[in-house]
């Protein structure tokens, strides 16, 4: 019996230590548990909380014990909540709010378990407390991420698009759908929605285009093409997008927007076409035919063709219908005439208006005898029948040059020029005829048309049809506007403007260069004066002057008397003369020079390196400024003949403290090669070509604002 004693104490204190051993383990599981634990009896009194229950509420266990759960758990909308009563409830694990001790909310997912006696009796409950504030911070971003996207997507213009390339699906936003003309729910997410309402021709680029992005080889995928609208008709879109990749560098999908780019397709087909078609007679205009004369005349050239002509076609009287009728008359007769020639156009020719009353045609593979008779045909076709123009009866008719590209075209533009004159001699045969270009003509024309010419180069004088155009001559270092170029325009009555290169050697040739350059050096100085009142930094305007003006007998007191009248800052002019010039007479050039430079008025030698280009003549002139001749710009780049050639003229022109510019600057790789070598000033069209003087003084002021600011 003893030892059956001994026996049970013995498995009793082992039981003992076993429940005691389980009960540590028991209540540090509890005490080291992250999730909140507490007690409360029936009544929701606190009988014992964990750490992290009273870490929630900033508490020490000490203080929660005792006092209701319900001063600390509230609804998402405020109410105090009971345990007793939530478990209670339909057993759902609600998400609640303890109010920590300094005021702050903490979202909880709330757990309930029953304490019972051991009778079954219900003693209290235990609540689980799991924090669940990051999960909220996180859904909370989520949702105001997604109902950004959802304002954006709502009022945005642009059509939203999500592509699932591994299922081949697309995620439409609403206005995508209603670029198109459709409703929400009226088109699926097949990508084949969007492909197969792809213009047929923007089909290709588009897949390279986004093929381009999803190989890496662009940043971003962009594209324009048409969509097919539900009612028919295609509208332009710009679609870009961005792809998302994964760890192997695959696109998984791309997302993006389209945005409708119709009304700027329109204006830009508009302004294209304005730019190359006539506004009156909708024909091709003078630049879309030379182009397609130089295509034309390239093909020639390579045995593509075997055949190329073109027609010169002058109205005859035309001058009298516009004055005896009025402009609105002479214009709906030009319409006219157009239309009856475009009638009688075979395949493939080209009817361009080329000036006023002027038309040309261009011809491919016409045999001679072909194109004269087209010639005597179209002849026949404007004079046999009047037109009736605003209630007048009006009879036309034309005169026709005819060239031919042979052995001795050159160029394509020379086709036009002895068309022309073919044209000139018609009308000096009585009008009304077709003349064929021959060699002869070249040389009876030529003497008339100088006469022709020189008669007008008098009348322009008189009529004031000369205008003067700026070209901006701007610094390197300062990246600023230095000054300008006064370039002088031959602007016709009629509209046309003509080069100084037509007119200048026959204007030296009959001695109007020097009243014509009069009013240029006048104009400019008046032009200063403008500035000068404008401006507080006005540049300098340099002026060209012809070797009959420079040396004639009264320029410097011309000069002088101009700067006077004018009252501007003699500095601001600057005079140049070409090396050829300087050099002519050595001795009474200097002599002109210094009395220049006496005035004030700068000088500058122009086209410098074409000549002698002598440091010795340099220092006998009183001279600012070396412009280096545009001649040398055509193949500048690093290391060739013409880099050495302006590096030496740069340190020339430094060695004797004159400052340097180029001419004929047109591309952003020789004018960093130019800054590289010291170079001063620029010149070209890189920066400008020359414009008219509101769009200079334009200019000049915004450079004046953008620097001073």
């Known amino acids: 019996v003893a030892q059956a004693k001994s026996q049970s104490l013995k498995e009793i204190r082992e039981t003992q230590e076993a429940l005691e051993n389980t009960e540590e383990r028991y209540r540090s599981l509890i005490e080291n548990m992250t999730v909140g634990l507490v007690q409360v009896d029936m009544r929701d009194i606190i009988l014992f909380c964990n750490p992290s229950f009273a870490n929630f509420l900033g508490y020490e266990r000490e203080q929660l014990v005792g006092r209701s759960i319900k001063e600390f758990l509230f609804s998402p909308t405020g109410e105090s909540i009971s345990l007793v009563h939530l478990f209670h409830g339909n057993g759902e694990t609600p998400e609640l709010v303890l109010m920590s001790a300094n005021g702050d909310k903490i979202w909880v997912q709330t757990g309930i378990s029953p304490i019972e006696s051991l009778d079954g009796t219900l003693e209290g409950v235990m609540g689980i407390f799991t924090d669940i504030r990051r999960r909220r911070a996180m859904e909370e971003k989520l949702r105001e991420s997604e109902e950004r996207y959802a304002i954006a997507a709502r009022g945005a213009n642009d059509g939203l698009w999500d592509w699932d390339l591994v299922n081949h699906k697309i995620h439409y936003s609403d206005r995508w759908k209603y670029m198109l003309g459709y409703g929400p729910k009226s088109i699926s997410e097949d990508e084949k929605e969007w492909i197969e309402r792809i213009h047929p021709q923007d089909v290709e680029k588009f897949w390279l285009d986004l093929e381009a992005h ?127 020639m475009q009638k009688a156009l075979p395949p493939g020719a080209t009817l361009a208006r080329q000036n006023a009353d002027e038309f040309l045609i261009l011809l491919e593979n016409e045999k001679k005898s072909s194109v004269k008779k087209f010639a005597e045909n179209l002849l026949d076709l404007i004079s046999k029948e009047p037109f009736e123009i605003h209630g007048h009866t009006v009879y036309s008719t034309a005169s026709i040059g005819i060239a031919y590209a042979d052995e001795q075209s050159m160029r394509a533009d020379h086709l036009v020029r ?58 390197l270092s300062q990246n600023e506007i230095y000054g300008a170029e006064a370039l002088i325009r031959w602007q016709k009555s009629d509209g046309s403007v003509i080069s100084p290169i037509e007119f200048i050697p026959l204007a030296e040739e009959t001695g109007l260069i020097v009243p014509i350059g009069e009013w240029v050096l006048e104009e400019a100085i008046r032009y200063i004066s403008f500035l000068e009142k404008n401006f507080s930094s006005t540049g300098i305007l340099s002026v060209n002057i012809s070797p009959m003006q420079f040396y004639g007998e009264h320029f410097v007191t011309k000069l002088s008397e101009l700067l006077e009248q004018y009252k501007i800052s003699a500095n601001h002019l600057k005079l140049e003369i070409t090396e050829s010039l300087a050099m002519s007479d050595l001795d009474r050039s200097a002599n002109i020079m210094k009395q220049i430079a006496d005035l004030g008025v700068g000088l500058a030698i122009d086209d410098f390196g074409t000549g002698y280009s002598s440091l010795s003549y340099l220092k006998r002139f009183p001279i600012n400024t070396l412009k280096i001749d545009q001649a040398f710009m055509h193949d500048l780049q690093e290391g060739s003949d013409d880099a050495a050639i302006i590096q030496a003229i740069i340190a020339m022109g430094h060695s004797l403290n004159l400052d340097v510019v180029a001419e004929g600057v047109e591309t952003s790789e020789k004018r960093d090669l130019l800054a590289k ?31 001073e600011s």
């Open 214 to 340: 999803l190989s890496g080889s662009q940043p971003f995928f962009r594209n324009e093409h048409r969509l097919l609208h539900r009612d028919g008709y295609y509208i332009w879109v710009h679609a870009r997008g961005m792809g998302v990749f994964d760890e192997n560098r695959n696109a998984t999908r791309i997302a993006g927007s389209i945005s409708d780019i119709t009304d700027r397709k329109l204006v830009e087909s508009q302004l294209e076409h304005d730019a190359f078609y006539d506004s009156l007679t909708g024909l091709p205009n003078r630049s879309l035919f030379h182009d397609r004369l130089r295509q034309a005349f390239a093909q020639w050239q390579s045995g593509y063709l075997s055949h190329l002509a073109v027609l010169f076609i002058d109205l005859d009287r035309f001058l009298i219908v516009n004055e005896s009728l009025g402009h609105r008359a002479g214009d709906k007769l030009l319409i006219e005439v157009s239309k009856r």
């Open 418 to 475: 002895d068309s022309e004159m073919a044209m000139y001699h018609a009308k000096s045969q009585g009008k009304a005829r077709v003349v064929e270009f021959t060699p002869n003509i070249k040389r009876k024309v030529r003497g008339t048309h100088l006469l022709k010419r020189e008669s007008e180069l008098h009348a322009a004088l008189e009529k004031n049809e000369f205008v003067l155009f700026y070209q901006p001559i701007v610094s």
């Open 677 to 707: 070598f010291g170079c001063d000033h620029i010149q070209g069209y890189y920066y400008s070509r020359p414009i008219g003087r509101d769009a200079f003084t334009k200019l000049l002021k915004e450079d004046r604002d953008k620097n």
